[in-house]
């Protein structure tokens, strides 16, 4: 199983999202990376965030970006 450039970016737009509070959010800006901005669209279509260019961490993208840290931090240890 190999993993696509599209899940990556989508991967690298919620590890943005600090976990500590969930008043904080992120906007992607119109310059930023191209595959970054269609990620954010992509989180957005999946209920993850709550607006296309970022936003807040839904409820479902805070379990998956808690989840996701935590498996990042067992793969760099």
Known sequence: MTIKQAL???L???LQFPLD???AGIKIHQNAKEGL???AQHLYDKGLISQEDGGYLTDLGYEAAEHLQHALRIMTS
């Open 21 to 23: 509070s969930t008043q």
């Open 12 to 14: 690298e737009v919620l």
């Open 37 to 39: 901005i269609e990620a």
């Open 8 to 10: 990556i970016d989508e």
